[in-house]
T-cell receptor
Framework: GQQLNQSPQSMFIQEGEDVSMNCTSS?????WLWYKQEPGEGPVLLIA?????ELTSNGRLTAQFGITRKDSFLNISASIPSDVGIYFC??????????FGTGTRLTIIP | GAVVSQHPSWVICKSGTSVKIECRSL??????MFWYRQFPKQSLMLMAT?????????EQGVEKDKFLINHASLTLSTLTVTSAHPEDSSFYIC??????????FGPGTRLLVL
């Protein structure tokens, strides 16, 4: 099935640094979602975006819905060890099924 | 709120046997449940969409006779992997939706077929 292009594929950063990742699509969506998945668990919803241009924060996380409706980014400020995991974007058009990104694996170096 | 559980959390079985995985929405009624499969270091791939009281809709390439889905109530969907083979070993994750709201995911079931 279709997947969204997510970059970077993996990141190794120092604790305290900011993190930025993005997701691009060839087709438009009217909902963008960001999930975090830890080993052996299901994805947990971090942020949901419903309007083009929308900028939403959840603690140290900030995500934006791109104006073209074909992209979204997620920023994490002042990273901490528990931020480790795989981050997935997902796009949805109407009530159709979710299309997931390829994932960004985040590793924090103490 | 919005808790989804799966049982079992992991299962090991012999090749040729069938395995049933349950997905429950604990504190809400799920009009729709989804079943995903995730291979190591890959993203989630949708297998099928299940609506209560009706037949599941399978994604292209997913064998409906091999992956039987039953959505008997608004809080329970089951996935049965029939005649499992080693290539069916994977992480199976369900999600549930109330009305047209956000999907909430279960914790996943790891299947290992020997």
């Amino acid at each position: 099935g279709q997947q969204l292009n997510q970059s970077p594929q993996s990141m190794f950063i120092q604790e305290g640094e900011d993190v930025s990742m993005n997701c691009t699509s060839s087709s438009i969506f009217n909902t963008w979602l960001w999930y975090k998945q830890e080993p052996g668990e299901g994805p947990v919803l971090l942020i949901a975006l419903y309007k083009a241009g929308e900028l939403t924060s959840n603690g140290r996380l900030t995500a934006q819905f791109g104006i073209t409706r074909k992209d979204s980014f997620l920023n994490i400020s002042a990273s901490i060890p528990s931020d480790v995991g795989i981050y997935f974007c997902a796009g949805q058009f109407g009530n159709e099924k979710l299309t997931f990104g390829t994932g960004t694996r985040l590793t924090i170096i103490p | 709120g919005a808790v989804v559980s799966q049982h079992p959390s992991w299962v090991i079985c012999k090749s040729g046997t069938s395995v049933k995985i349950e997905c429950r929405s604990l504190d809400f009624q799920a009009t729709t449940m989804f079943w995903y499969r995730q291979f190591p270091k890959q993203s989630l791939m949708l297998m099928a969409t299940s609506n209560e009281g009706s037949k599941a809709t399978y994604e292209q390439g997913v064998e409906k006779d091999k992956f039987l889905i039953n959505h008997a109530s608004l809080t329970l969907s089951t996935l049965t992997v029939t005649s499992a083979h080693p290539e069916d070993s994977s992480f199976y994750i369900c999600s549930a939706v109330q009305a047209e709201e956000t999907q909430y995911f279960g914790p996943g079931t790891r299947l290992l077929v020997l």
